[in-house]
């Protein structure tokens, strides 16, 4: 580039002076910044550290790119800047509104006063709103056009979506009004008191009839159990969003292929209504398939989610081909009709898995074809019964995350199912396939280098377009809330930093060289507080790490909860190992408080340092390991101190845990009872926050130590398959879990009869 724009070297370009704190004006006035400004693309972040960074001109002009702006050359930008500021002009009416229910909302109408205009609002049932709507002159005035006008929108508007439609002349226009409660007000059961929760990994627990894997029949049973024996009021679950249909299975929940659809790999087969129609022959043999891998639900060792479902899916399969009455088959019409081209577009790409091959083979069908190709048509029509074998299992699916629901409410769960949202999708799967648009292309999402991940992470997964859903109201984004509230009493958004803006990394560039694009969080987080309020729920916001401190009171003013972990919870927030830890009343009124995460090893582990020899073991650290031994310990030694210092746990048996021997096998009895002792003091201290809902980890409760996730690996670790198993090691069945007396006690704990 030249002139303004003339490019300077990587080194030079985002090394700032120690005191800088912001972009100089002369940074600001350059084309190519004001171009990345007006599409929504920081030039500039701060970094965890609290350093000031710019982005490097060739980054934001990749992911200008990724947006569909021409940012190549001085001209291009010229051109682009003038484009944006034209469509900005000529926009008739936004094609997106909010519109608060508290507040009067005005829609500016870009068009001359005097023209003839004609509006209507149809409502979300269909309906026309039934009261006179007329534009009046603004106030101000528009250099270029003169005297505008503007609508206030009506405040009778009912909570939800609904269309506004203007007409002048022959031009007419439509836009999406999402019509929302100021914030999510928390349900009348959890405003009375403070409610608490258990937290597992579904997959991880298994029964007699399990096929290898945790299912839905066994999550039916963990949330009727957690309620009725445990006395607990919500369970939050690993994501379950669709995956791939063929092996080998991807295990980690946080990388689907579709998050409007369910993980049907977790399907139970005798739970199916259908099942028990099948004659002797067939019922002969479905069993067979699930007496060949139901040894599996007595293994430690790490689940073997392939043979499952290989086993699993003939079953299924025997069971779809079984004629259904009249009246399920009227069931399963209303689910394809309610699930609309989404589950089609679903089913089709699953199809082409199955016929074509994975996605991901090289020259695959996944570049080569779209919903329009011919030979889609052709696949589909001559495979037909495949195709709606694979609408079927996700009707099936959806019934039992129902019943699951069901059960726990049932049990007298003021919550029931908390269910998990993944920030995104896979590039190969069937949202990005069928639907291309919805995303942009040519960037993956990630986070910037930290103090954990020095070189920054990429997570491989495509970003939503910000500009198609303003263009489409937001339609893909409240169909997928929708559906998820469908069958929970409350929603965790992974990394919910995303709605408010996504490190995006152009292909080919590390994760070092990306820049953050902004989303429009208010129109995001009323979406949010349309489907929470429907269902009754409540939504948690995972705002750990480097999150910045507008984001998480902006979440507070919203109703949406925050994310407060005893391990991460330092005064001052300090990121020092060692440093003291903050007492409960400093966390926050709204917020999930628990002791640990998916991401940390279970407290027993933590306590005996076992994540230290693990990522040594696997060449994770950056430093010795007797160094990170130290700095674990340091952690730890501090944990017991605040318990200590604040009567939650007697000082012997702080000290007892401090000089116990991990390596010595005759004490591992005694070792074990002072570790239920802290971990329980643990979750004691929980319910002294704040916090409206405290949550416990299941493998707390019954003791595991073995890490279900182990950042910074692959296929290194058996992440996402560790079998549930107590201290001992022997499996935890589900039927078993709450008679435990290890999870009893740390019930009453939690119940505050401890």
């Not at 990724?66 to 930008?77: E, R």
């Not at 005097?114 to 603004?138: C, F, M, N, Q």
């Not at 009506?154 to 100021?182: E, F, K, M």
């Not at 570049?367 to 495979?383: G, Q, W, Y």
């Amino acid at each position: 580039m030249t002139g303004n724009d003339a490019t300077v070297s990587a080194e030079q370009q985002n090394v700032q002076p120690p005191t800088q704190r912001e972009e100089s004006p002369a940074r600001l006035s350059r084309p190519l910044i004001r171009l990345a400004k007006a599409c929504g693309v920081s030039t500039s972040y701060f970094d965890q550290l609290g350093a000031y960074v710019e982005i490097r001109d060739e980054v934001l002009v990749a992911v200008l790119a990724s947006l569909g702006v021409d940012a190549s050359n001085p001209a291009a930008i010229s051109k682009s800047l003038l484009d944006v500021e034209c469509r900005k002009r000529e926009e008739l009416i936004p094609p997106t509104i909010l519109a608060l229910t508290d507040r009067t909302t005005s829609v500016p109408v870009r068009c001359s006063a005097d023209s003839l205009v004609s509006i209507t609002i149809t409502l979300e049932d269909g309906t026309a709103y039934p009261h006179d709507l007329k534009a009046h002159a603004r106030t101000d005035t528009d250099r270029d056009f003169g005297e505008q006008l503007v609508l206030d929108l009506p405040n009778d508007l009912p909570v939800g979506y609904h269309t506004l439609n203007v007409q002048v002349g022959g031009v007419r226009r439509s836009a999406t009004i999402i019509a929302a409660p100021p914030r999510i007000e928390l349900p009348e059961a959890v405003r009375r008191h403070q409610r608490w929760g258990w937290m597992t990994q579904m997959y991880s627990v298994r029964s007699a009839d399990s096929w290898g894997v945790g299912d839905y029949g066994d999550l039916r049973r963990l949330l009727h159990d957690a309620g009725e024996k445990s006395g607990a009021d919500f369970m939050l679950i690993n994501p379950i969003h669709a995956g791939a249909p063929v092996p080998p299975l991807q295990p980690s929940p946080y990388l689907p292929e579709s998050r409007r659809f369910l993980n049907v790999t977790y399907i139970r087969p005798q739970d199916i209504a259908e099942y028990a129609r099948l004659d002797e022959a067939e019922l002969a043999e479905v069993t067979a398939l699930h007496d060949g891998v139901a040894a599996q639900n007595d293994s430690v060792e790490p689940i073997d989610i392939n043979a499952a479902w290989d086993a699993k899916r003939k079953a299924l399969r025997i069971i779809f081909d079984k004629p259904r009455s009249e009246e399920r088959e009227a069931e399963f019409a209303a689910f394809k009709r309610a699930a609309g081209p989404d589950l089609d577009a679903f089913a089709t790409w699953c199809l082409a898995f199955e016929v074509w091959g994975a996605p991901w083979e090289e020259n695959s069908w996944f570049f080569r074809t779209s919903k329009t190709s011919p030979e889609v048509a052709d696949l589909v029509r001559e495979h037909h019964d495949e195709f709606e074998f694979q609408r079927w299992l996700q009707w099936i699916a959806d019934e039992q995350v129902g019943a699951a629901q069901r059960a726990a409410k049932d049990s007298g769960m003021a919550l029931g199912l908390m269910q998990d949202m993944a920030v995104g999708v896979h590039a190969l799967g069937a949202d990005v396939w069928w639907s291309p648009e919805r995303f942009a292309d040519g960037v993956t999402v990630g986070a910037p280098p930290d103090f954990y991940n020095q070189l920054g992470q990429d997570w491989g997964q495509p970003p939503f377009s910000p500009q198609y859903l303003e263009k489409t109201g937001y339609k893909v984004y409240r169909e997928m809330v929708h559906n998820m509230f469908a069958h929970a009493g409350a929603l965790r958004i992974d990394h919910v930093l995303g709605l408010f803006r996504l490190w995006w990394i152009p292909r080919g560039r590390t994760a070092r060289d990306g820049a953050y694009v902004t989303y429009n969080h208010e129109v995001m987080l009323s979406v949010l507080a349309i489907e929470a309020t429907r269902a009754n729920g409540v939504v948690i916001g995972e705002d750990l790490g480097t999150v910045p401190e507008y984001v998480s009171k902006i979440l507070a003013d919203h109703g949406v909860l925050g994310t407060a972990v005893e391990w991460f919870s330092r005064v001052d927030n300090s990121p020092n190992a060692g440093d003291p830890y903050s007492p409960p009343e400093d966390y926050r009124r709204y917020a999930l408080a628990s002791v640990t995460t998916h991401d940390l090893p279970p407290t027993a582990g933590y306590l005996k340092l076992e994540h230290v020899d693990l990522r040594e073991r696997l060449n994770l650290l950056n430093e010795p390991a007797e160094q990170f031994r130290a700095e674990v310990q340091g952690e730890v030694n501090a944990m017991l101190d605040l318990l200590v210092e604040r009567d939650y746990l007697p000082k012997q048996i702080a000290d007892e845990l401090r000089e116990m021997d991990a390596a010595d096998e005759d004490a591992a009895a005694d070792r074990e009872a002072v570790i239920q002792r802290v971990v329980e003091a643990m979750h004691a201290m929980l319910l002294d926050a704040p916090s409206v809902l405290v949550q416990a980890a299941l493998v707390d409760g019954v003791g595991e130590h073995r890490t279900q996730n182990q950042p910074g690996t692959s296929w290194e670790y058996p992440n996402w398959r560790i079998p549930l198993a107590d201290e001992t090691g022997q499996v935890v069945h589900t039927e078993e879990v709450f008679d435990l007396p290890r999870v009893q006690s740390l019930a009453a704990v939690l119940n505050g009869r401890a």
